[in-house]
């Protein structure tokens, strides 16, 4: 069991997180310069948060991932980006309410997650994202969804009773989110880019290896393979 608990620590320490591109936009092919991004969809698990072994919190973390998304867009990838989760501060002009948002980015996430690999939103939402498009002169929108698992009391219970390997590894590894993200076109609704990540000690870090910092943890790994803006050409 030692040898495995180490195994386990090992792989831990070797992997932050993974991430996949699952689509991809012809090298530096589009015409990306300025990109909304909509309010993050996300599930929490457990739903109460007393069964946390440390404190949830959720919209905290949520906040943290969308400002260190933005930043890295900006900041490292030489994208306009323009953040319209409720996280960040409002933008002068903006006609849409908060939940208008809200529920706009959250037919798009159940789309997607019903019709995985499509090319192209359907009419609907292409209106949807040529509207928002037309109101921030943006190019494309930005789209996260996915869900957290917080480590749980009953898995450090369950773990000191049946002292699995893989039971230790998903105590060991922390919180846990699983996010996708996706561009789209304003003009017409294709698919632009999509990444699937997973994310180790998401949020309030509960290992012993250091986190990185935000922008790192969250915009690198998920956005780490996007080209930079044709704006940086």
């Not at 936009?25 to 109460?48: K, Q, W, Y």
């Not at 690999?117 to 939402?125: H, I």
């Amino acid at each position: 069991m030692a040898t495995a608990i180490v195994a386990a620590s090992a792989a831990i320490s070797a992997c932050a997180g993974s991430s996949t591109v699952s689509y991809s936009l012809p090298e530096r092919g589009e015409n990306l310069r300025r990109i909304a991004i909509l309010p993050v969809v996300i599930t929490v698990s457990p739903d109460d948060p007393a069964s946390c072994m440390d404190v949830c919190s959720p919209e905290r973390d949520r906040a943290e991932m969308v400002l260190a998304v933005n930043s890295y867009l900006s900041d490292q990838l030489g994208y306009d980006a323009l953040c319209l989760d409720f996280a960040c501060r409002r933008i002068p002009g903006n006609p849409f309410s908060d939940e208008q948002l809200e529920a706009w980015s959250q037919e798009i996430a159940a789309w997607s997650s019903d019709h995985d690999g499509a090319p192209q939103l359907p009419p609907k939402l292409e209106d949807i994202g040529r509207e928002i498009g037309g109101v921030f002169d943006a190019d494309g929108i930005v789209l996260l969804h996915g869900e957290i698992r917080y480590v749980q009391n009953a898995d450090a219970a369950h773990w000191a009773a049946t002292l699995t390997f893989s039971m230790y590894y998903n105590l060991m590894r922390g919180n846990t989110a699983k996010i996708d993200a996706e561009i789209y076109s304003v003009a017409d609704g294709r698919k632009l880019w999509a990444s699937e990540n997973t994310i180790l000690n998401f949020g309030t870090n509960n290992s012993m290896e250091p986190i990185k910092s935000s922008k790192d943890r969250y915009g690198e790994t998920i956005f780490g393979e996007l080209p930079h803006s044709i704006a940086t050409q």
